[in-house]
Structures are given as C-alpha cells and as structure tokens.
C-alpha cells in the first residue's frame, strides 16, 4: 500500500530557509500536496504539485518533486516564527474511486526568534 | 467565501454512547470526506462521500457510519464508543470531480472518550 514519511522535527532560526522532506511510495500519484497545521486547529492547504511538475513557487513557498526517488520537498523562504506549525506532506492516487489522501507523520517546524 | 464548517468543537462521551459529527462543506463542492487524527496514529482516512452515496471507507470498524444530505452536508456517527476513539475528527470537501480534486479541511471536531 502507499506510504509517506516525514522527519519528525525541524528547527531553524527566524530569516533562515526551511526545508522540509517527504518520501512517498506510491508510483500512481497524481498530486502531492502540503498542508500546515498550528496547534489545536485543522489543515490549511499550502500548496500541491501535479506529478509530472519538477517544481513550484509560490510566494514564499517552493515544493521540489524527484519524480524519479519519489522524494518531494518544501521550502519556506525567511521563515518567521507564524511558520512554526506540523507541516504534513500527502500524496493523492491515481484511481479516482479512491481518493483518500495518504498523510505523512507531519514535521514539527519551530522557528527560533 | 466560508470555509469547511464542522460541530460541535469539542464533544465528550463515555465508553460505549454513541457521537454525532457535523459537517458543512465550502458551497458548491459535493464530495465530503472524513478523516481521523488520533493521538500517535497521525491522520487516517474514514469515509467519502459523493453526491449523497458513500465512495469510499478506510479501515474502520462498522460502527463508524455517516450520510451525505442532499445539501451535500454529513454527518459522522461513532456508535459503542472505545476510549481509542479519542480523537480529532476532521472534515474535508472537494469539489468532487476528476483526480485533481483538491481537498480542503475544516477546523476539525474533538472527540473525547471517558
């Protein structure tokens, strides 16, 4: 079955760029998202990519996708401390009758002032 | 335009009652999605729903059931409650149509089991 993983934690100082990793394993994606969590509330989506995108950018946001490793990534430019949330990566199937996302563990970003 | 609604925000049972979960989707999506979010278990799909019909279940128990009213609305129900179902139950709706169907959350309902 599909499987996504994360790094559990990552810290950064306020200014710097974060990155956050995925792996994933289903080969059939058609999209990859990002989604935020702060404490205590649901999910904001921050953005996706199609599979066949090598790239995004969005703002302050840039996903890159190795299609190839099944490794994606996301980038947040001079991170403040409003980033410091889980950040979960979710791999979406091919086959449309099922559509249920499969979500990373979710990295825990703390952005340091 | 409003988002994914969800009620109540926070629900507390005893072992072996049964919940009721709200669900309003963002206006003009018809699939509504259910996931749960327990603690160390990390966000696992239950139920989609489409155009009044179930889609899809994940693995869960029978007792875990919902509907899609004709407003496009759901409701979740959690019947003989277990203290694992403890949790943060979140809703999610699309649009419903085709595999790029972007999935947006609501602020999720908290379930707690005594």
């Known amino acids: 079955g599909e499987d996504v993983e994360q790094s559990l934690f990552l810290s950064v100082r306020e200014g710097d760029s974060s990155v956050i990793n995925c792996t994933y394993t289903?080969?059939?994606?058609?999209?990859l998202y990002w989604y935020k969590q702060e404490p205590g509330a649901g999910l904001q989506l921050l953005t996706y990519i199609f599979s066949n995108m090598d790239m995004k950018q969005d703002q302050r946001l840039t996903v890159l996708l190795n299609k190839k490793d099944k490794h994606l990534s996301l980038r947040i430019a001079d991170t403040q401390t409003g980033d410091s949330a889980i950040y979960f990566c979710?791999?979406?199937?091919?086959?449309?009758?099922?559509?249920?996302?499969?979500f990373g563990s979710g990295t825990r970003l703390q952005v340091q002032p | 335009e409003a988002g994914v609604t969800q009620s109540p925000t926070h629900l507390i049972k005893t072992r072996g009652q049964q919940a009721t979960l709200r669900c309003s989707p963002i206006s003009g999506h018809t699939s509504v999605y259910w996931y749960q979010q327990a603690l160390g278990l990390g966000l696992q799909f239950l139920l989609w729903?489409?155009?009044?019909?179930?889609?899809n279940r994940g693995n869960f128990p029978p007792r875990f059931s919902g509907r899609q009213f004709p407003n496009y609305s759901s409701e979740l129900n959690v019947n003989a409650l277990e203290l694992e179902d403890s949790a943060l139950y979140l809703c999610a709706s699309s649009h419903g149509q085709g595999s790029t169907d972007t999935q947006y959350f609501g602020p999720g309902t908290r379930l707690t089991v005594l």
């Open positions: 289903d080969s059939s994606s058609t999209y």
């Open positions: 729903y489409d155009e009044g019909e179930e889609r």
């Open positions: 979710a791999e979406s199937p091919m086959d449309t009758g099922r559509r249920a996302l499969t």
